[in-house]
């Protein structure tokens, strides 16, 4: 991934944390339910996180595995070349 994209992808999960947390504390609940709901958005936003770096994660293992293969494979065909 791209520096730039990181960054953009990053400010704007920022900023829809900012924005959805401005909106709970503006919003006319008691201080209980309030607080149930930034616990409940907080958890859904950790789980969505969480599986899309899982989801990098296991793009990453693909990644370095196909190069691997690739890589051994193309040692294989110098050795047989250089014979």
Partial sequence: MKESTGKALAGFIFGAAVGVAAGILFAPRSGE??????????????????????????????YINQTGKEVKSKVKSTKTESK
């Fill in 33 to 62: 339910e309030t607080r149930k709901r930034i616990h409940d958005k907080a958890k859904e936003y950790s789980d969505e996180a969480s599986q899309k770096l899982s989801d990098k994660i296991d793009n990453l293992r693909e």
